[in-house]
Each structure stands twice: as structure tokens, then as C-alpha cells.
């Protein structure tokens, strides 16, 4: 007896599963590749693959991997296979406290001396932006009244290509900003039409992103930051990875810059150059000279 086919078109194809010797290749290769542990579930590790291997063609994950050979191409689809694994979430003014504190080194640098001439920072794995842009909108404040005339610029750097075009864009919806409190909205956001705003051209003007994986930060061209700000990044990395980043980081810093990470990602790290600052809240830490 022929068993009847579905009514509605062609039957639906199983997704094949995703072995665990399979799982054991990508994780090994993301720490490879990006340094990163994924803690993503199995099950979303599958979907992440079987849309990737829907998007290039692949027939089955065993023809997908298969392509993961030492070529130029094959670097190319870890860092998509890596962009769409990796946790992208972020916010305007997600830690006020850190921000406060980064406003409070501004403040000083004026009260201190010589007013500086120029003032630069960097939000190292800044996601679609709103960390770096969060920055500049403090430090524009700051700034304001005081110097406007002195030249700053910010820098921000994601192993993700489409958090960075993102990024570039500086284009949110309403949802994204609801953690902008009115005042930094008034002064810079620009109504982009369709519920959409752009972050001013004045910030857009003096911040910068870049495609850049941390896991090669010492041979990136980025140095003498007065602040480097890396929060909800370093917990993806193996410990001994996430304090050689840290070490790399201070390396980047003016003497007496400051550095900001995540509150609880200090991972005990000790540095003869860098000092722990005492703020409520905030893991940050200055460095000695200056
Ligand atoms: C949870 S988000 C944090 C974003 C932002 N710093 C914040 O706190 O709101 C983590 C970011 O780190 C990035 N990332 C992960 N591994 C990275 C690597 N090896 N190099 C650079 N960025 C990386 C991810 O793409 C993601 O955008």
C-alpha cells in the first residue's frame, strides 16, 4: 500500500542533528580562532550552523566543517561562523557607574595642571556602539564649557563585522535608546524618521570602529589612550587569555590613564604599572606617570 504523501507541498526536511564530536571541532577551533568559550546551548549552536550552512550551500555539517581546512577562506567562515555566535548585547549607559567614573577622570585632568591638548579613548569588543558612543556623550559633556575646542576622538573594536557596521551606522530604534535619559538625547540625537535616531555628527565625527579580535591585540595599531573600556567581553576568554588582554590593554594607555572593565572581570589581575581605584562599583584601575 503507497502511503500518502503530505497535502501541502514537499515534506518538510529534518534538520540533522549536531554530534558531539562535531560540537568538539567548533569549540576547539572558536578558542583557536577568537580565544572565546561559546556558552550557547547545543540546540543554538545547531540553529547558528544549519543557517550558516543554509546561507553558503553546505549539504550536511560533516560537508560544512569539511571546509575548514588552512585556507584564506576557511579564516573567512570562522569569523562568520564566530560573528554569529558570539553575545552581542549592549546598551546605552549600561554601567552608569563606570561611566561616572570615567567622567570624574575628565573632570581632574583639567583641575590638574596643564589642560591637555587632546584626549582619546577606546571601547575594546564595543558590540553595535552604544558603549563607545555612551563614552563620547560623557566626555563631550565634560568638555563643554571647558574646552571646547580641545580635539578627542574614541575608537571601537568588535571581532563581529556586522556589530561594527552597525556600529558605523550610529542608526538605533526607540527600544535601543530607552536607556538614554532625556538630557543626552536632546543634545545628541538627531530624529532619523520612522521611530529611528542617529547619534549626532558631532559625536559621529570623532568615533571610529574597527573589525578587531582581541585575541591579536598586540600587533593592532591602537596606542595612548587616556581610557580603554572593555566590559562583558573578557568572561568569554580562557583565564590565562583574559589577563594577557588586560596586560595589552594597560600597555595602551597614556601614564596616568584609566582603564575600565567589567564590574567583578578583574580576574585577580595584578600589573606593577596599574593601580586599583577605589569606586563603588566600578573595576577600574589608573596607570602610574603621567
Ligand atoms: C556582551 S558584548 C559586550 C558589549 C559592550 N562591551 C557592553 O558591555 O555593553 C561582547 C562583545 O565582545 C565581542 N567579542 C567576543 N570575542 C571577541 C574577540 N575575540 N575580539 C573582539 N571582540 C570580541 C562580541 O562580538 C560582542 O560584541
Not at 581632574?108 to 577606546?122: M, Q, V, Y
Not at 580635539?151 to 563585522?161: K, L, P, V
Request: hydrophobic share 40%; aromatic share 10%; glycine share 8%.
Amino acid at each position: 500500500m503507497n502511503r500518502a504523501l503530505p497535502v501541502s507541498g514537499a515534506p518538510q526536511a529534518r534538520r540533522q542533528p549536531l554530534r558531539g564530536d562535531q560540537l568538539g571541532m567548533i569549540m576547539r577551533a572558536l578558542r583557536t580562532h577568537a580565544g572565546i568559550k561559546v556558552d550557547s546551548s547545543r540546540g543554538m549552536i545547531e540553529s547558528c550552523l544549519h543557517q550558516r550552512m543554509a546561507q553558503v550551500g553546505a549539504a550536511s555539517i560533516d560537508d560544512y566543517l569539511a571546509r575548514f581546512d588552512d585556507s584564506i577562506n576557511a579564516r573567512a567562515e570562522w569569523l562568520a561562523l564566530v560573528d554569529m555566535l558570539t553575545v552581542k548585547e549592549t546598551r546605552f549607559f549600561r554601567q552608569r557607574a563606570a561611566l561616572d567614573c570615567a567622567a570624574d577622570y575628565v573632570g581632574k585632568l583639567f583641575a590638574r595642571g596643564p589642560a591637555p591638548s587632546e584626549l582619546s579613548f577606546w571601547s575594546a569588543g564595543c558590540s553595535t556602539g552604544q558603549e563607545l558612543y555612551s563614552l563620547a556623550m560623557v566626555v563631550e559633556q565634560q568638555l563643554r564649557g571647558r574646552q571646547p575646542w580641545l580635539e578627542w576622538h574614541g575608537i571601537g573594536t568588535d571581532i563581529s563585522f556586522e556589530a561594527i557596521h552597525t556600529a558605523q551606522q550610529g542608526l538605533y530604534d526607540e527600544r535601543a535608546i530607552a536607556s538614554l535619559a532625556q538630557p543626552y538625547r536632546d543634545d545628541h540625537l538627531e530624529a532619523a524618521g520612522a521611530g529611528q535616531w542617529r547619534v549626532s555628527a558631532t559625536i559621529r565625527a570623532r568615533t571610529h570602529f574597527f573589525h578587531s579580535n582581541l585575541l591579536h591585540v598586540n600587533s593592532a595599531p591602537f596606542c595612548d589612550f587616556n581610557i580603554v573600556y572593555c566590559q562583558n567581553v573578557l568572561i568569554y576568554f580562557e583565564r590565562d587569555k583574559q589577563r594577557w588582554i588586560i596586560d595589552q590593554l594597560a600597555e595602551r594607555l597614556r601614564g596616568g590613564g584609566l582603564l575600565i572593565l567589567g564590574a567583578g572581570e578583574d580576574v585577580r589581575w595584578l600589573n606593577s604599572s596599574m593601580r586599583r581605584l577605589q569606586w563603588p562599583g566600578v573595576c577600574a584601575y589608573t596607570k602610574t606617570g603621567g
